[in-house]
Each structure stands twice: as structure tokens, then as C-alpha cells.
């Protein structure tokens, strides 16, 4: 099992910036790559980005690309995501996601999820 835990989202005003951590612990040998989502009130789960474990790949939505960047810190077992320049549609509960598979990490789909960290824009 791997357990993955959020922080520093937060309010910020538009056009401003927040880095989100994602601590790994548990079988992080096994994790092959690991996501970002985001849950707005009312809308479905969106898929914002994804880097494998060993940092050697990234993608990105669209509504995210230029302006969100994933990174990660093997020897903390953390994975991060700078948002810059952002909108108030950016406001959303953030969830890191975690998967073994290289198959699923390619088709977004993820095994392991945290518990989520608000971030809230305002205009």
C-alpha cells in the first residue's frame, strides 16, 4: 500500500501562486508514476498532471499547461505542484494520486489517492 498525503493549499488571489507537497510513505519502491486531480463543487474529477517516479517524463492538461508544474523530491518521497497565474476556475479540491503501472499512469488512471487540499482563488 502506498499512503499519500496533501498540503499547502490555501486562498490566493488571482494571479498568484501556491506550491502543493504530496508526501509518499508505505511501498514507495512500487510507485511508477504519480498524478494531480482537482474536484470542483458540482463538476467531475479532472485529471491536471502527472510525472513518473523517476522524473524522467511529465504531461499536463491543457486548461493547466504554461502555467502548472509538476516536480518531485525522491529522497523526501514527495511530489510537487507549482501553480502560477491562477484563476478563480482553478479553484477546486487538489488530490494527489499514486500508481504502480506504467499502463495506468499513461491512461490516468491511478490506485492510490490522498485526501485532498482546497485551494481557492479568488477574483
Known amino acids: 500500500q502506498v499512503q499519500l498525503v496533501e498540503s499547502g493549499g490555501g486562498l490566493v488571489q488571482a494571479g498568484g501562486s501556491l506550491r502543493l507537497s504530496c508526501a509518499a510513505s508505505?511501498?514507495?519502491?512500487?510507485?511508477?508514476?504519480m498524478g494531480w486531480f482537482r474536484q470542483a463543487p458540482g463538476k467531475e474529477r479532472e485529471f491536471v498532471g502527472g510525472?513518473?517516479?523517476?522524473?524522467?517524463?511529465?504531461h499536463y492538461a491543457d486548461s493547466v499547461k504554461g502555467r502548472f508544474t509538476i516536480s518531485r523530491d525522491n529522497a523526501k518521497n514527495t511530489v510537487y505542484l507549482q501553480m502560477n497565474s491562477l484563476k478563480p476556475e482553478d479553484t477546486a479540491v487538489y488530490l494527489c494520486?499514486?500508481?504502480?503501472?506504467?499502463?495506468?499512469?499513461?491512461?490516468?488512471?491511478?490506485?492510490?489517492w490522498g485526501q485532498g487540499t482546497q485551494v481557492t482563488v479568488s477574483s
Open positions: 494520486a499514486a500508481t504502480s503501472s506504467d499502463l495506468r499512469f499513461l491512461s490516468r488512471r491511478y490506485d492510490y
Open positions: 508505505g511501498r514507495t519502491f512500487s510507485i511508477y508514476g
Open positions: 510525472i513518473t517516479w523517476r522524473g524522467d517524463s511529465t
